[in-house]
């Protein structure tokens, strides 16, 4: 069955609403149980009320960084419970401020071994998924710069993506990423030097390579290699690190099959390894599946062997 885990950070917001969720509940359950039925939402109220002294409902919206609404709502809810007080504000006497009863005081000092016990349970879980710093330093980038403004960058980024053929002045920048691409997660074999120093060879035996352009520069690539009898191979695909994201990697796949199909050819492989999980996500995506190998590899690399049955979006 499909869960949000499968959609990765495409639905980041959700996942992190669940598991916030998660939290809330299980800390409002515990409240319960020690006599408290206040929500754990409410608390980063009180607890700026207990550090701050008196404060108005527009001051606690800026420092919480939610909206003044939503502040309003909880803080009906906490006079509602009387553990909270309104006062006009002696300097101005059209604005209200909240701060702590004595029966706020009381629930805040009730609450403290709990809350002890709150920061040893996050530490326990932190020990081995540590976030606590990852979402301060998100929370502080989206400050910055929002998520809507990022989506729209790198949107205007794919569109400078173009695909353009081979042309044998780009030999170097072939070679230059796919023995980049090596370099990161294995080594350039024999086999890899022979193909990568002589890019015309692959155009000229009936294969064909794509590169993907980028405001000028070449920061992709991917080739179809003739292996005879009507088979295709979709081979040295490559990505710069800096400009994956751009959805380059799926441009180039999905310009190679077209390739592949416009032939009329009976076949179209490919060979990867296990480890590089999100690559082979993509070619899965693309409409490839795993399959018995025919014949040994060239490759001392690859323990993965996919043929390819159309697209499965």
């Not at 081995?128 to 301060?136: G, K, M, N, R």
């Not at 799926?250 to 592949?260: D, F, M, S, T």
Request: with cysteine.
């Amino acid at each position: 069955m499909t869960s949000l885990h499968d959609y990765g950070s495409l639905l980041l917001g959700s996942r992190l609403r669940k598991v916030s969720e998660s939290l809330y509940a299980g800390v409002d359950e515990v409240y319960r149980s020690a006599g408290v039925d206040l929500p754990s939402r409410c608390f980063p109220i009180l607890f700026l009320l207990r550090d701050h002294g008196r404060l108005g409902i527009s001051e606690l919206a800026q420092r919480l960084g939610q909206t003044h609404p939503a502040v309003s709502q909880m803080s009906r809810k906490l006079l509602r419970h009387r553990v909270v007080r309104e006062s006009l504000d002696p300097r101005d006497d059209r604005r209200r401020l909240l701060s702590l009863s004595p029966r706020g005081r009381s629930v805040m000092a009730r609450l403290e071994p709990v809350w002890k016990a709150i920061v040893a349970a996050v530490g326990d879980l932190e020990a081995d998924h540590p976030v606590s710093q990852h979402l301060t330093a998100m929370d502080q980038a989206l400050d910055t710069r929002g998520f809507a403004a990022r989506i729209r960058t790198r949107l205007e980024d794919a569109a400078a993506v173009a695909i353009i053929p081979f042309e044998p002045r780009y030999a170097a920048d072939f070679k230059r990423l796919n023995i980049e691409w090596l370099e990161k997660y294995f080594r350039a074999e024999p086999i890899d030097e022979q193909v990568l120093s002589k890019p015309l060879r692959i155009v000229r035996s009936g294969g064909a390579i794509f590169l993907a352009r980028y405001r000028g520069a070449i920061v992709g690539t991917g080739a179809l290699l003739h292996a005879g009898n009507g088979r295709y191979e979709l081979s040295k695909m490559a990505v710069t690190p800096g400009h994956q994201g751009l959805g380059i990697g799926r441009k180039l796949i999905e310009a190679l099959i077209a390739q592949y199909r416009s032939r009329g050819a009976r076949e179209l492989f490919l060979e990867s390894n296990s480890k590089l999980t999100p690559a082979i996500t993509l070619y899965e995506s693309a409409g490839f599946v795993r399959a018995s190998r025919p014949e040994p590899s060239h490759y001392e690399r690859s323990d993965v062997y996919m043929l390819y049955v159309g697209d499965k979006r």
